[in-house]
């Protein structure tokens, strides 16, 4: 084994789950909830594309958590269930630098979209007559190239150093896909700076946008309960539990796993957390607000209309 170690430049995922029968009936969990995904934010993309009520800057900006919401679950569960049914639990090293670039793009990219998310609320609810101007078609594509942008960056720089660290001791990674802080104990050499820079960079991408949309949603709130009229009050505060619910879902566990000292951490606690951010975020997104939202529920209800009307 060691020998296998030293010579080759593959890593080996342990998997979230073990290879009995309780194992691939949570796989099989696993594969219906990557199908609801896949399918509910296709259908989100493809309203928002095709219904022009939804051609809001709010809705431009759900269609891009929608489509990182399907690269994020793409990028981690299809290997997990390949690696499970084959028996096979390595990957290439190229594939593991390919996944996690994929991995922490999405990460880094939805955390600032939420927060542009939040910010576009704030403005519809407590500043609507600037709303045309602060949230026009340029600023609306400016926050999501930036997002992307941004997103990018980070994952670029985390994947290429975390690569180029010397691997003498183990390629095992205590993961289901190549998360950069189960990547870091395997390493031959301290790594303290190189962990200063993820808790500087979830500080930058995660806690500070997290913080940004309490902010906002706390404004938000404190106006909608001075709302003269009921039904004003009552569509601004479905909206805003809507987006907390899908913020507190994100967040929490990932600035929880990403802020933890290493020396408070277990690899069990870390996969069980990764769940929730890499594959139930993904699939309750459309869902909470498809179900909470209105216009969706009447973009979803004309298009299959129409759908339906062409058939007969």
Not at 53 to 64: A, N
Not at 231 to 242: D, I, M, N, Q, V
Request: aromatic residues 14%; contains cysteine.
């Amino acid at each position: 084994m060691e020998k296998w170690n030293q010579t080759s430049s593959d890593f080996t995922l342990l998997g979230l789950f073990s290879q009995n029968q309780t194992g691939l009936l949570l796989l099989v969990l696993i594969i219906f909830i990557f199908s609801v995904a896949l399918l509910g934010n296709s259908a989100m993309i493809h309203l928002i594309r095709v219904d022009p009520r939804l051609h809001t800057p709010m809705y431009f900006l759900l269609s891009q958590l929608s489509l990182m919401d399907l690269m994020h679950i793409s990028t981690t569960v299809p290997k997990m269930v390949f690696n499970f049914l084959s028996g096979q639990k390595s990957i290439t090293f190229l594939g593991c630098g390919v996944q996690s670039f994929f991995f922490l793009t999405m990460a880094g990219s939805e955390g600032l979209l939420l927060a542009s998310m939040a910010y576009d609320r704030f403005v519809a609810i407590c500043h609507p007559l600037h709303y045309p101007i602060r949230m026009s078609k340029m600023m609306c594509l400016k926050m999501i190239i930036g997002s992307w942008t941004l997103g990018s960056i980070n994952a670029l720089l985390h994947t290429i150093y975390v690569l180029h660290l010397p691997y003498c001791r183990s390629r095992s990674i205590n993961h289901f896909f190549c998360d950069v802080p189960a990547m870091i104990p395997l390493a031959c050499m301290d790594t303290w700076v190189y962990e200063y820079m993820v808790f500087v960079s979830t500080i930058l991408y995660l806690l500070l946008p997290f913080l940004g949309i309490t902010s906002s949603y706390g404004r938000v709130l404190f106006a909608v309960f001075h709302m003269h009229s009921k039904e004003g009050r009552k569509k601004a505060f479905t909206t805003c539990s809507t987006h907390l619910t899908v913020v507190t879902f994100y967040y929490a566990p990932f600035v929880y796993t990403y802020l933890r000292p290493k020396s408070l951490r277990s690899p069990t606690e870390d996969k069980i957390l990764a769940v929730f951010y890499t594959i139930l975020t993904p699939m309750l997104n459309p869902i909470i607000y498809s179900l909470r939202n209105k216009e969706v529920l009447g973009a979803m209800t004309r298009v299959l209309g129409t759908f339906y009307s062409t058939k007969h």
